[in-house]
């Protein structure tokens, strides 16, 4: 019986000891738990996640164009001077590195998808690895933290590295070397402007006309020309089409000689300049002409 009761003791005293080991180990880990989901929202929080896919959103819709810049250029001197350097381009060659502007842009376009993908899997894989037991963070899970971790950081600097359009590699001369003995050495970037927008609350129709006012990434004040087309929907069935185009510069317009109560669809792009290389998307709005 005396044994018996010497190992009830002794079954105690460890349940005890354990208890007490635990409870001041349970705030250290609990404190490494949150330390990780702390690093993992510095590196890639929700908030950041939403912004990069906005600015990949704006990036898909933007126009992108060739800049060809001759180096040691005055910084005020290079608009002048890029008008009269595109003027000695060879166009077969120009035509060339269009193309190559082109291909760029689209894998770059299709990186910054892919790299999106993997982030959002990535820190949601992150977040369900931390454990939410205390027992289970020891040094081989804390080790794989700390890589995945690493990894996450890699794949956000890759994605913004891949925001910025990069320069164009020249294969070849752009000017013809009959033309000039002494040829001006150029360096060749990608640009990148905002997509047109339509200002929904500003543009409304009236019983024969429009107003249609647009902006891009929120400015106003544009000096690029832009192209408006204009399409009637809902046709009859004897009815004929009533549409058009307007090129414009500024960021409004009235269009007149519309017909009353009829639907018209309008859409909006960049006007087509000879340095742009990609796009892909217009805006589009659907107004209902009133009743005379």
Known sequence: MAEAGS???TSSSVTSVNTEEDIEERPAVSNCREAYLRLIDD???MDTLGNF?????????????IDIVPKKILFG????????????????RFKQMKEIGREQTVM?????????EELKRSRAELVEMVPSNDREFSLTKQGTLDQNVSGLKDLVDNFKYMLVSGPLYIKNKLISPTTFHHLPSLRMFLNTKGPVMFDRSESMAFDNWT?????????????????????????QSNEEAHSGVHTVEGNTLHIDNLLPEKTYQFSIRRTKTCNQVYDEWCDIITLITREI
């Open 211 to 235: 107003f249609l006012s647009w902006h891009v990434s929120g400015h106003r004040l544009l000096t690029d020309s832009f192209e408006v087309h204009f399409q009637q929907l809902n046709l």
């Open 43 to 45: 590196h890639m929080s």
């Open 108 to 116: 770059q376009l299709f990186l910054l998808e892919k790299y999106l």
């Open 53 to 65: 896919e906005h600015r990949l959103e704006l990036l898909r819709k933007s126009s992108f164009f």
């Open 7 to 9: 190992n009830m003791d």
């Open 77 to 92: 001197l290079q608009y002048v001077q890029n008008i009269s350097t595109m003027l000695l381009l060879d166009p077969a």
